[in-house]
């Protein structure tokens, strides 16, 4: 059974830095296609990066410049470095995995197949 696990949530201050990690478990290999997602309150769940299976990488607009997703595949993790934060940074933030190849900006909840719990990021201000 296929499985992914979040780690690295917490609470910063605007300004702040986090780091956070999904670790794929159940995989051969790891998973071709992974993103992470996040969810405010009141809000839907929105795309806020994404690397593909052909190695194309995609940022929200209101991230570029600040995250930077990257995965170690002898590991099966994929991580999202997050800098300069923001309150407006303040969801939960998802992993996700398996979506359709070909996969382009902006991905859809629908498209994923494998999701982890997600972990919580708040940024005061």
């Known amino acids: 059974q296929v499985q992914l696990v979040e780690s690295g949530g917490g609470s910063v201050q605007a300004g702040g830095s986090l780091r956070l990690s999904c670790a794929a478990s159940?995989?051969?290999?790891?998973?071709?296609?992974m993103a992470w997602f996040r969810q405010a309150p009141g809000k839907e769940r929105e795309g806020a990066a994404l690397?593909?299976?052909?190695?194309?990488?995609y940022y929200a607009d209101s991230v570029k410049g600040r995250f930077t997703i990257s995965r170690d595949n002898a590991k099966n993790t994929v991580s999202l470095q997050m800098n300069s934060l923001k309150p407006e940074d303040t969801a939960i933030y998802y992993c996700?995995?398996?979506?359709?190849?070909?996969?382009?900006?902006?991905?859809?909840?629908?498209?994923?197949?494998?999701w982890g719990q997600g972990t919580q990021v708040t940024v005061s201000s």
């Open positions: 159940g995989y051969t290999h790891s998973p071709d296609c």
């Open positions: 690397y593909t299976s052909g190695g194309i990488i």
């Open positions: 996700a995995a398996e979506c359709p190849y070909g996969i382009t900006w902006p991905p859809k909840t629908a498209d994923f197949r494998v």
